[in-house]
């Protein structure tokens, strides 16, 4: 089933290469990057369990974005790289401790053969032309600001671990990203993959239904979404706010913006900091915290 017997998951007939820049710096790969879309966005995602993401890739918005032409996620079997006869991808770490170590040999051959790095050229390795992300607990905490900096790219390849981690050699000479998803540890890497792959994607010109949609999400622009009702305008005596049923654009795209400003400062008041706020944002938040007898 293709070059070295790779499974690979194939949702498109043809892929138009990618004409993003190449990494000059590695570890900020996608930073300070201008945007250069093509049609489709490709995956090319590095597993020991690539059945993982059929069923989520067939339904809703992804299944919609691949069949549109938007989304190309191909699978690599990082096991279809090894070279010995039981196909070993871990063995214990130098220094004793619990648990298995991912070995270099496999994930770099895997990564090196499907990104075309000739490491014989250079010693070290080629830098390779689409960001290298691994995705790890000790990477930089995934967010909204983040989905979009990738979204910029028309090419990403994403390497899942298992086990106790990565011989660091893969950390320190192959990859040129580590994202982590959240303070907490997952069996592997397939399902924050998932993740990433959603969030990003739906970032990309033409995938939502909507093209204004992600503009208005949480974590856009650092804060919280504002609620949001629909028909009917009442149920069990719960009415919807007067200001959204008045036509009234300009007050209604006031009042959602300080409903956000609210409730961000409630539910997650840790990112008011970072947020970008205007002096009327200041003066409402001021005037929020000091109703709620906030010092």
């Given amino acids: 089933m293709g070059?070295?017997?790779r499974l690979v998951l194939r949702f498109l007939i043809a892929?138009?290469?990618?004409t993003c820049p190449p990494i000059e710096d590695r570890?900020?790969?996608v930073r300070d990057s201008k945007p250069c879309y093509n049609l489709c966005m490709r995956f090319d995602v590095f597993t020991l369990f690539p059945e993982i993401f059929t069923s989520p890739l067939q339904e809703s918005i992804l299944k919609r974005a691949i069949e549109a032409g938007h989304l190309e996620v191909q699978l690599h079997n990082i096991r279809d790289y090894t070279t010995d006869k039981h196909h070993i991808t871990d063995d214990y770490p130098y220094g004793g401790g619990g648990g298995m170590l991912m070995k270099p040999e496999p994930v770099f051959s895997a990564v090196e053969s499907v990104l075309g790095i000739d490491n014989e050229a250079s010693g070290r390795g080629q830098m390779a032309a689409v960001p290298i992300i691994l995705l790890t607990p000790q990477g930089r905490s995934f967010n909204q600001d983040i989905a979009w900096e990738l979204a910029k790219y028309d090419r990403l390849a994403v390497i899942c671990g298992r086990y106790e981690g990565f011989d660091e050699r893969i950390r320190e000479h192959l990859v040129t990203d580590e994202i982590s998803i959240g303070d907490y540890v997952?069996?592997?890497g397939e399902l924050a993959a998932l993740i990433m792959i959603d969030a990003v994607i739906r970032l990309r010109p033409g995938v939502l239904g909507d093209p204004e949609g992600p503009i208005d999400d949480s974590h856009t622009g650092g804060l919280l979404e504002y609620p949001q009702?629909?028909?009917?305008?009442e149920f069990r005596s719960l009415k919807v706010p007067e200001v959204l049923l008045s036509g009234d654009h300009a007050k209604?795209?006031?009042w959602r913006r300080e409903q956000s400003l609210r409730r961000t400062l409630q539910r997650r008041p840790d990112l008011i900091e970072a947020a970008k706020l205007s002096d009327a944002d200041r003066a409402f938040l001021e005037m929020a915290k000091n109703e709620a007898g906030d010092p």
Avoid: E, V
Avoid at 229 to 233: E, F, H, K, L, V
């Fill in 27 to 29: 570890k900020s790969a």
């Fill in 229 to 233: 009702y629909t028909r009917p305008p």
């Fill in 15 to 18: 892929f138009k290469k990618a």
């Fill in 252 to 254: 209604i795209d006031r």
């Fill in 186 to 188: 997952l069996t592997g």
């Fill in 3 to 5: 070059q070295r017997g």
